[in-house]
Each structure stands twice: as structure tokens, then as C-alpha cells.
């Protein structure tokens, strides 16, 4: 037992590092949710790393995602390559140095558990794969896109719809009769539309930098250069994302435990945040990054306590 909660507190404190939001997130969680869902995250968060760590070849980073997906299904033996680290942030470095032991931290979990952490690391990794092909060789002088509103809606679904998921499946593990007062079907669909909310808004916000780097995520977009247009292609994508961030307040709000909401709810009050300062923006301010205060922070988190 010891053991277990010596990895469970490294882990915690890892995860402090690399994500400050989920951190305060994790710690309102009922105990009987904390170790997956803190390790789920910290799973993903590490082929994350591997995915986006743009100076490594493209085929590097395909290959060592592989290798850290079996050592995940499958209990082989991963190792972070030496030129991955030299190019991670402080936090990503100690996040990857680790990563054996958080995989050896999954082996400590029930069977239900880690079946649920290897379901949501199989779905979001098969999403970075595929944004990796689609745009790994994306530049300025060679644009690659998406080209249809299913295939986006996939991406979204693959990388956070799943972890909206992911939390619903352990809810209802963990706490049962508990955990809320909907169906789990209701729940599920709640979720997911959620998780793919989050991304959406992700991809929006960031999006003059991957326009930068010729990666078109919005459909139909790739030939626009007038301001106005820019701005204009995303104003039905913007209300999709307030459409499923809508479906995660009821998501909230359906949760029975207080402590469970207000950790739920912040981010799809920091979400609408995000798009209605979006929707606000010119095409200037977007290429600045529309970004969320302090202020905003303090405000979303005093009425997510409230919710």
C-alpha cells in the first residue's frame, strides 16, 4: 500500500508541474476517481509531449508515440528518447522521466480502472496519430487540411471527446448511484460533446499560428486572406463549440457532489469565457491570442463554487 501511495503522491505532484488547472481539478475529485483519472491524465499528457515536440522528426515522433501505446496496452518496456527531453519544458522533461513509473503505476490499478485508462489512451493517441500524418509536414510554403466537418469532428471526438468519456465511465465505476442524477447514457453523450468542446475551442484559439504554419483545421478555409473572411469561417465553428460547451453545464449540473461540479464546471465556464472573447476579437487580436486573466480565472472559479 505504501508503494501505491508513493506513486499516487509522485504522481500528483508531476502533474502539479505540468498543469496547474487539472491539479486543483484533481483534488476535488471523490477519492474513488483520483488515482485513474489523475494517472489517465498524465498518460496523456506524455504522447502528448511526444506528439507536439516539433523538433524531432516527424517519423521519430511516430515511432517512439508507438512504442509508449504498446508500453501502455500492452506492459512493454518504454524509455524517452534523450533527443525528446532535450527539447521538453522543465515540467515536460520530469513528466517523461518519469514515465516509466506512472506505467508501472497503472499496473497497480483494478482491472476496471485500467481498462478505462487503456481505452481512453488508445482513442487519444489514435487521434494524435492522425493529426501527426495529416499535419506533421504542414509549413508555410506546403498547406495540409481538413477537409470536411466529419473528419474535424472525429479529431475532436478522438483526442477529448474521449476523455469526456473516459470521466463519465469512472464516475459511474467509483461512485455509482453517486455520481449523478441522469442516465449513463445521457451522461456519456453529455460528456463527450463536452471533451470536444474544449478541443474545438483549443483549435480556434490557436488557430492564426497553425494558419502561420499552413495547417488548416477548418474546413473550406484554405483559400481565404481577407480578414473578414478569416474571422467570418469560424463563427459557425465558435457556435458549435458554446452548442456542446451548453451540453457540459448540464453535464455539471447533474453531478451530486459539490466538490465534483465546481472541479466540472471551470472549464466550460473558462470555455465560454474563451468564446466570447473570441467572438468579440478582430483578426488582429486572435493572431495576438486571445487570452483568459487572471481576473477571469478568480471570477469562473468563485462561481464554479457557487454552481
Known amino acids: 500500500m505504501a508503494h501505491i501511495f508513493s506513486q499516487s503522491q509522485a504522481g500528483t505532484s508531476i502533474l502539479k508541474g505540468v498543469s496547474r488547472s487539472f491539479y486543483l481539478s484533481l483534488r476535488l475529485l471523490p477519492k474513488s476517481m483520483r488515482d485513474a483519472a489523475g494517472l489517465g491524465y498524465l498518460l496523456a499528457r506524455s504522447s502528448d509531449t511526444i506528439a507536439d515536440t516539433a523538433e524531432l522528426a516527424v517519423e521519430d515522433r511516430l515511432h517512439c508515440l508507438d512504442a509508449f501505446h504498446r508500453s501502455v496496452l500492452q506492459g512493454e518496456t518504454f524509455s524517452t528518447p534523450n533527443e525528446l527531453l532535450e527539447h521538453c519544458t522543465p515540467g515536460e522533461k520530469i513528466l517523461m522521466q518519469h514515465a516509466p513509473e506512472h506505467l508501472g503505476w497503472l499496473a497497480t490499478l483494478s482491472p476496471a480502472e485500467r481498462e478505462l485508462v487503456h481505452e481512453v489512451i488508445d482513442e487519444i493517441i489514435s487521434g494524435q496519430r492522425l493529426d501527426l500524418m495529416r499535419f506533421g509536414h504542414a509549413s508555410k510554403d506546403s498547406r495540409m487540411v481538413i477537409e470536411d466537418d466529419a473528419t474535424l469532428i472525429d479529431y475532436c471526438q478522438r483526442v477529448a471527446g474521449s476523455v469526456g468519456v473516459f470521466w463519465t465511465k469512472l464516475g459511474f465505476l467509483g ?50 486572406t481577407d480578414e473578414h473572411a478569416l474571422l467570418h469561417a469560424q463563427d459557425r465553428w465558435l457556435t458549435q463549440a458554446r452548442t456542446w460547451v451548453e451540453e457540459g453545464l448540464h453535464y455539471a449540473s447533474a453531478l451530486r457532489g459539490k466538490r465534483l461540479r465546481c472541479a466540472t464546471v471551470l472549464p466550460a465556464l473558462l470555455a465560454i469565457e474563451t468564446i466570447e472573447k473570441m467572438q468579440a476579437a478582430t483578426w488582429c487580436q486572435m493572431q495576438q491570442r486571445v487570452k483568459i486573466t487572471r481576473a477571469d480565472v478568480f471570477r469562473c472559479l468563485a462561481e464554479a463554487m457557487l454552481f
Open 175 to 224: 461512485e455509482g448511484a453517486h455520481f449523478c442524477r441522469e442516465n449513463e447514457a445521457t451522461m456519456l453523450q453529455w460528456g463527450k460533446h463536452f471533451g470536444c468542446a474544449l478541443q474545438l475551442v483549443n483549435i480556434l484559439r490557436d488557430r492564426p499560428e497553425d494558419l502561420r504554419n499552413g495547417r488548416y483545421y477548418l474546413p473550406g478555409t484554405a483559400h481565404l
